[in-house]
């Protein structure tokens, strides 16, 4: 069987990791085996955004770099469809892979589906229900082009189910959460992040800002910033690690942060420990706001609605949008939830993938 994986922005390396791994536990058990081919489109190509990420999460070499790079998302999207389809074409596989929601995610699916090849789609079933963010839309036309749809959560089993997609869906966990296993304990002996930032545990709050929704619109990136700056005037740290189209946006508008401290984006394992320290993080990342709850910091996110509902119905994650005093009240209060839930798995996730993936592929060729 040849399975080729489409990979190509930040969170989607952190997803392949603990898949080439348990690709690689099967194909030692002498079972069908399963030929990998990676391709990395190139969404992002900034060391800090890519080669570190391969060199921490010890990622092979991608077999191919399509090299796509930035743009709108039509030109985005459409770059990497004619580039996936071309290796496709050449490669012949009998599944692709996908990874989440990003127009990368949406270019391997197509490209796919437009020739025939069954997708696995890991991350299916997420909804925020904004059609306002390119993400809802990729993840919902990921969906439907999908045959195996491997779901973190209930809600997400849900939805699928709400939108009459119910076969090939399969509840498998989050395989963040195999990567936050897998990674924390090297995490800890490698990296000298808190030390390096003269921080210590619990006396800082992590930020990120990232998504369209908010670095696009002048107006909430404004009132972010300024919620930052506020916190960390009235005597909490905040540490920011800018990503690029951030600090674009910021230096468009002549944004600049006068208490809060920015610094460049950090590497996987860095990120583990500056979240596992922090008092409490602010974000409006989707993975942040689970690593957060893995790790039991609070989080407050810069967002209108999440699909990680899980993680705010369980008290942890607090939904702020972008109003400044709201930001503050809810950093201040640091909501907490229980402790024992665990609705992400128990970090077998890319294991069972694999498992069900062999699975398909053997009913297929029985038949
Ligand atoms: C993308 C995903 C988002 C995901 C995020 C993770 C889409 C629609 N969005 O957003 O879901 O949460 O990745 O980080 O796919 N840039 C660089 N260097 C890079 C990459 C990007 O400077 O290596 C700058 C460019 O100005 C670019 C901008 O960042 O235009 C946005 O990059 P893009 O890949 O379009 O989206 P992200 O914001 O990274």
Not at 100 to 125: C, S, W, Y
Not at 156 to 181: F, K
Not at 262 to 290: C, F, R, W
Not at 306 to 319: I, K
Request: hydrophobic share 40%; net charge negative; with cysteine.
């Amino acid at each position: 069987m040849k399975l080729v994986n489409v990979v190509g922005a930040r969170p989607q390396f952190i997803k392949i990791g603990p898949i080439l791994r348990a690709i690689d536990a099967h194909n030692e058990k002498g079972e069908a085996r399963i030929d990998e081919v990676l391709i990395h489109t190139g969404q992002h190509y900034d060391a800090g955004l890519s080669k570190i990420f391969f060199e921490q999460l010890q990622i092979k070499e991608p077999d191919y770099n399509l090299g796509v790079g930035s743009g709108t998302q039509a030109e985005q999207t459409g770059e990497m469809l004619k580039r996936i389809e071309a290796v496709l074409l050449d490669e012949k596989p009998d599944w692709v892979m996908v990874y989440g929601d990003t127009n990368t995610t949406l270019a391997g699916a197509l490209a796919a589906a437009k020739l025939h090849i069954p997708i696995a789609h890991v991350e299916a079933g997420l909804r925020s229900f904004n059609k306002l963010m390119p993400e809802e839309i990729n993840r919902i036309l990921t969906d439907h082009m999908s045959e195996l749809l491997f779901c973190p959560t209930q809600p997400a089993v849900e939805n699928l189910a709400n939108e009459g997609i119910t076969s090939g869906v399969h509840q498998v966990g989050d395989v963040m959460y195999d990567s936050v296993l897998h990674y924390s304990a090297i995490a800890e002996g490698q990296s000298s992040i808190l030390e390096d930032l003269g921080l210590s545990n619990k006396n800082y709050a992590l930020a990120t800002v990232h998504r369209a929704e908010n670095t696009d619109d002048a107006s909430r990136l404004r009132r972010i910033l300024s919620a930052l700056d506020r916190i960390a005037m009235e005597g909490l740290e905040v540490i920011l690690p800018i990503h690029p189209r951030t600090r674009n946006r910021m230096s468009e508008l002549e944004l600049v942060l006068t208490h809060a401290r920015v610094i460049e984006p950090v590497s996987y394992l860095d990120m583990l420990l500056l979240q596992k320290n922090a008092h409490a993080i602010l974000t409006d990342s989707g993975g942040i706001q689970k690593e957060a709850f893995f790790f039991r910091v609070p989080c407050v996110t810069l967002r209108d609605e999440t699909e990680w509902v899980e993680t705010v119905e369980s008290g942890w994650n607090t939904l702020v949008g972008a109003d400044v005093e709201t930001i503050c009240r809810a950093t201040e209060q640091r909501a907490t939830g229980g402790g024992d839930a665990s609705f992400y798995g128990e970090g077998h996730a890319a294991e069972e993938m694999i498992n069900h993936l062999s699975d398909s592929m053997a009913l297929i060729t029985s038949n």
